[in-house]
């Protein structure tokens, strides 16, 4: 079983809607969550960050975190096609301190004007 | 607004070769890392260094390779002997605690 999970995609959302994108971890202890987003051939650039149970807004983007179901999600209301990226979320795992962060594969996300 | 500068961006070597990849983390970050990108795949975790000295290192991270910070601003990652399959990007990433901020990464080419 992959440490972090998430369904590569490609997604395709039309402008304007809202996109959903989903991500599973396998160690029950972890804390700490984010989400990334990544432009070809750049580097990840954090735009959530989730700790505890429910959901985190900040602006268009909705973090939701199930730590029951060991469950994380990013929603994106209102879809630009500046949007369209690789999303990658992470875990944060290790000793406290200087964690590492264990990343998904990521989801590409293709929003179509 | 700060940020973590990785040098050079593209670096191109022959197998076998060494190569020092340098990092500026953000002033007054605690925490350093480096994470490398195969084309395609994930980012994977290969070191963290706090305080001056490895908090922990990835399988990936074997004798070839090193980090330091040799001074109160740099942080390289080297390659000793480098492999085709060492290609990749580079990143490095610093963190005050909580949250780790990315520097551009250096595309590493192994020939």
């Known amino acids: 079983q992959k440490e972090v999970e998430q369904n590569s995609g490609p997604l395709s959302v039309p402008e304007g809607a809202i996109a959903s994108l989903n991500c599973t971890y396998s160690d029950r202890v972890s804390q700490s969550f984010f989400w990334y987003r990544q432009y070809s051939g750049k580097s990840p650039e954090l735009i959530m960050s989730?700790?505890?149970?429910g959901d985190k807004e900040d602006g268009r983007f909705t973090a939701q975190l199930n730590k029951a179901s060991q469950y994380v999600s990013l929603l994106i209301r209102d879809s630009q096609p500046s949007d369209s990226a690789t999303y990658l979320c992470a875990v944060k795992r290790g000793l406290q301190g200087a964690q590492k962060l264990v990343f998904g594969q990521g989801t590409r996300l293709t929003i179509n004007p | 607004e700060p940020e973590v500068t990785q040098t050079p961006s593209h670096q191109v070597t022959q197998m076998g070769q060494e190569v020092i990849l340098r990092c500026v983390p953000i002033s007054n970050h605690l925490y350093f890392y480096w994470y490398r990108q195969i084309l395609g795949q994930k980012v994977e975790f290969l070191v963290s260094?706090?305080?001056?000295?490895?908090?922990?290192k990835s399988e990936i991270f074997d004798d070839q390779f090193s980090v330091e910070r040799p001074d109160g601003s740099n942080f390289t990652l080297k390659i000793r002997s480098t492999k085709l399959e060492d290609s990749a990007m580079y990143f490095c990433?610093?963190?005050?605690?909580?949250?780790?901020?990315f520097g551009a990464g250096t595309r590493l080419s192994v020939l």
């Open positions: 990433a610093s963190s005050p605690h909580d949250i780790q901020y």
């Open positions: 260094f706090y305080n001056n000295e490895i908090s922990e």
């Open positions: 989730i700790y505890s149970n």
